[in-house]
């Protein structure tokens, strides 16, 4: 079953934070994050393996809620080049290597 | 190294002809999948391969085959195209278990079909 993504959508200033979250019915074993630039390929952002592990890149970073079956990430200090469709992909545990998609978080960064 | 690349980038298809989407990879990965990507969907999983010679379903299988006949290749075939195939197609390839290691997609086939 395909994971859920809040919010659909978000609009924010340079500089501003925001958090996407991802949620699942079934239990996960990974939730991965891409994000995806109107009219190209989705590019990784990161793995986040079961244990409730927390990562980050750059100044975007995210957690994983194993109890909870969900997944957040956070967007700090926006830039403009963080604008783009950001989507959250989970693998659940009779199910490896295979991921299941959020229908994805539309985030435009303004001036 | 060129990564995934998939041909064509784009096509237009009448309902009932068929076509064949290639997907290459250079980077030696046993993975491959086919996704395709509908708005306010999401990436659907098409099917997969976990190997030369092997290739298994996903969540949308339907009015697709699939063949790997080469570890570098991944094919995606419609037999017979309806306007509801219309989407955008992507290829991605990894190591191992998705846990372990990202998936790299390649840039997409738009497919139209009238």
């Known amino acids: 079953q395909q994971p859920v993504q809040s919010p659909q959508a978000v609009i924010l200033r340079e500089g501003e934070d925001a958090v996407i979250n991802c949620s699942s019915s079934k239990a996960l074993y990974s939730v991965h994050w891409y994000r995806q630039k109107h009219g190209e390929a989705p590019v990784f952002l990161m793995i986040l393996l079961k244990g409730g592990e927390q990562k980050g890149h750059d100044k975007i970073s995210a957690s994983f809620n194993e109890k909870k079956q969900q997944s957040s990430l956070y967007l700090t200090a926006s830039q403009l080049s963080y604008s783009g469709t950001y989507f959250c992909?989970?693998?659940?545990?009779?199910?490896?290597?295979?991921?299941?998609f959020g229908a994805g978080t539309q985030v435009v960064v303004t001036p | 190294n060129a990564g995934v690349t998939q041909t064509p980038k784009f096509r237009v298809l009448k309902t009932g002809q068929s076509m064949t989407l290639l997907c290459a990879q250079d980077m030696n990965h046993e993975y491959m999948y086919w996704y395709r990507q509908d708005p306010g969907m999401g990436l659907r999983l098409i099917h997969y391969s976990v190997g030369e010679g092997t290739t298994a379903k996903g969540e949308v299988p339907d009015g697709y085959n699939v063949s790997r006949l080469k570890k570098q290749n991944f094919l995606l075939g419609l037999e017979s195209a309806a306007p509801s195939q219309t989407s955008v197609y992507f290829c991605?390839?990894?190591?191992?278990?998705?846990?372990?290691?990202?998936?790299?997609f390649g840039p997409g086939t738009r497919l139209l079909v009238l």
């Open positions: 991605a390839s990894g190591v191992g278990l998705a846990a372990q290691e990202t998936q790299y």
């Open positions: 992909g989970t693998e659940i545990a009779d199910s490896w290597g295979k991921l299941q």
